[in-house]
Structures are given as C-alpha cells and as structure tokens.
C-alpha cells in the first residue's frame, strides 16, 4: 500500500517556467489537498478537491492551478513559478473519520 | 479570521521526562481536532485526534485535552524518548479544510 505518492521530490525552476506537481492515493479517498509549508510556518491550504470533479480554493491559491483528473490523482500545476513559490508542498488525502494521509513533500525552489 | 495556533515555538525536554504541547484555537465551531508529527524531511504523520464532544483522548504514550471553554488544546506524551524529536502541529479540521499551527519543535535531550 503506496499512500499518498507526490513527484517530483525535488525541482529547481528558473523564474517564469512552468511545472505540474503530480500526486496520486490508492486508498480510495474522496478528497484531496494541497499545501505549502514554509519556514517557521504550518501547512497552508493552497487548494483542495472534496470529490472527483471538484476543486476549490484554498487560504493561498495565487499562482496555482490544479486538476482533479480522476478520483486517485489531484496535480499542482505552476504556469509561470515565482521566487516567492520556492517552498515545500505537501499532497494529502482524507480517509474514514477524517484522518488525513499526507505524501512525503515535493522540495521546489525557484531561481 | 479563524485561526489555530501553538504557544511555543520551541520545547526542550529531558529524556525520561513528560513532554506537553500547548495549542489554542480561535474558532468556537470547530468540533475536530488533530495532533501531527512531522520529522525533518517528512512530510506529516497523524498522532491523534479528539473531537469536542470530548475531553481527553488517550493512545500509546500520548494524551489530548480539549478545554473547549478556553479553547486550548493540549498533546502530553510520556516517558519522551530521543524518537520523539520532531516538529509537532495542532490542526483543526471543518469544511474539508485543514488549518494548521505554525508547529513546535520538540527536541529531546539525553
């Protein structure tokens, strides 16, 4: 049983590329959500996917994307990086009685 | 708005000894609560949780207390050993949306 699996675990971007952070559960779950973890501070919800086919905005969604494309995979998606998106991010998804299952981090650094 | 938080940003503790987290939460709705665990390089593990029809959850080494009048929160973990040096988050859980603490890091000493 894989869990939660987020790639790439690391990346290095220059300033205005883009890239698409995949993450994927095999457990089933409805939803599934995305963060930013930075220093000093506690995961911030930047979307997130209660069921299949629906995506909604979290606390920091500027700058972000993201597609629910079936119900096991929920991308990232970052059309134009910026040096203040260098963080880690941080899939997961919600099981039974709300226990949430996180991926191991995806490191992104943007130059 | 609506926010969770920790009160210490730092705990050092004694080997052997009890470890208490503190966190107080500002949302009076929130009926669901969580306690992570997160190593460096990891991404978060699910310790316990309580919900606010309770107060006070026991599991392996760990205990949570709600004070829902005072809106506290609280992770006690007993006998701290050196695995138990990680960064610890409180998290409350409404709406399918998941607020966290800014965390404390717990280091245990030999």
């Known amino acids: 049983n894989a869990g939660v699996t987020q790639t790439p675990k690391f990346q290095v971007l220059k300033t205005g590329q883009s890239m698409t952070l995949q993450c994927a559960q095999d457990m089933n779950h409805n939803s599934m959500y995305w963060y930013r973890q930075d220093p000093g501070m506690g995961l911030r919800l930047i979307y997130y996917?209660?069921?299949?086919?629906?995506?909604d905005k979290g606390e920091v969604p500027n700058g972000y994307n993201v597609s629910r494309l079936n119900k096991r995979e929920f991308s990232l998606r970052l059309e134009s990086a910026a040096p203040s998106q260098t963080s880690v991010y941080f899939c997961?998804?919600?099981?039974?009685?709300?226990?949430?299952?996180f991926g191991e981090g995806s490191w992104l650094t943007v130059v | 708005g609506e926010s969770v938080g920790l009160h210490l940003p730092t705990l050092s503790v004694q080997e052997g000894d009890n470890s208490i987290i503190n966190c107080a939460y500002s949302?009076?709705?929130?009926?669901?609560f969580i306690w992570y665990k997160q190593e460096s390089g990891k991404g978060p593990q699910f310790i316990i949780d309580i919900r606010s029809n309770m107060d006070k959850r026991q599991g392996q080494r760990v205990t949570v207390l709600l004070n829902k009048t005072v809106k506290h929160l609280s992770l006690q973990i007993a006998a701290t050993q050196p695995g138990d040096s990680a960064v610890y988050f409180c998290a409350e859980n409404g709406d399918y949306k998941l607020s966290f603490g800014a965390g404390t890091t717990v280091t245990v000493r030999a």
């Open positions: 996917s209660a069921s299949e086919g629906t995506t």
């Open positions: 997961a998804s919600v099981g039974q009685v709300d226990t949430i299952y």
């Open positions: 949302n009076s709705a929130s009926d669901y």
